[in-house]
């Protein structure tokens, strides 16, 4: 790997695995975008693992589309979704290529660039605890980092030349805790939502947290 400002990226090897292990792994890395003149940086907090076809919450469990190919692999890649009208989802493409995996990105702790995030999210900052409505939740993680299909759908997430990338600065994420996913009804049962005990950039009312 190739350090840049102390942040290295991650390598497509990462993601080239089950769902489930590139999720828990993913917790205490660093998404990153970088404009002309800034870097916006958070840490990843809480994440869901998709199982592909075999799973009937996933959006590859149809089978490929041109909606979803992007997680049909190659694993490392950006998949972005509209939902609810509303806003957009990011999630990273897992498994070897021609198998479908992946994994949504659900609250990030800011790091970087928080000034930027709160313009993008049209969030005016009084104090600390506002720092939780730009990141905790997956639209509004989308909107701080100017996420849109158009934009970042296909994006190699291992390359920062790509303007959108994860890496890691070497740090240990603490303790994790796995729980069902949230706001899905099918497979809800299925222990696939992995967190940072106690962080409070997780996303949800304080049960889920």
């Not at 890649?77 to 990011?90: D, E, K, T």
Request: net charge positive.
């Amino acid at each position: 790997m190739t350090c840049l400002s102390l942040i290295c990226p991650l390598d497509r090897a990462f993601f080239s695995r089950n769902p489930r292990r590139v999720a828990r792994e993913l917790l205490g890395k660093i998404l990153v975008r970088d404009y002309e003149n800034v870097r916006v940086a958070a840490r990843i907090v809480e994440v869901e693992a998709y199982l592909g076809v075999n799973d009937p919450a996933a959006h590859s469990a149809a089978g490929k589309t041109a909606r979803n190919s992007v997680l049909f692999g190659p694993p490392g890649y950006a998949y972005v979704y509209f939902i609810y009208g509303s806003h957009y989802c990011l999630n990273v493409s897992c498994e070897r290529e021609g198998k479908a995996g992946g994994v949504l990105f659900r609250a990030l702790e800011p790091l970087l660039g928080i000034e930027e995030m709160a313009r993008e999210r049209a969030v005016a900052l009084s104090g600390p605890r506002d720092l939780r409505r730009l990141t905790s939740g997956p639209g509004r993680l989308a909107e701080a980092f100017g996420i849109t299909r158009a934009r970042d759908n296909g994006a190699d997430l291992t390359s920062p030349l790509s303007g959108l990338w994860i890496g890691t600065d070497g740090s240990h994420p603490g303790s994790i805790r796995i729980s069902p996913r949230i706001g899905i009804t099918q497979a809800a049962d299925r222990r696939l939502r992995y967190f940072l005990a106690k962080n409070p950039f997780v996303s949800g009312p304080k049960a889920h947290r």
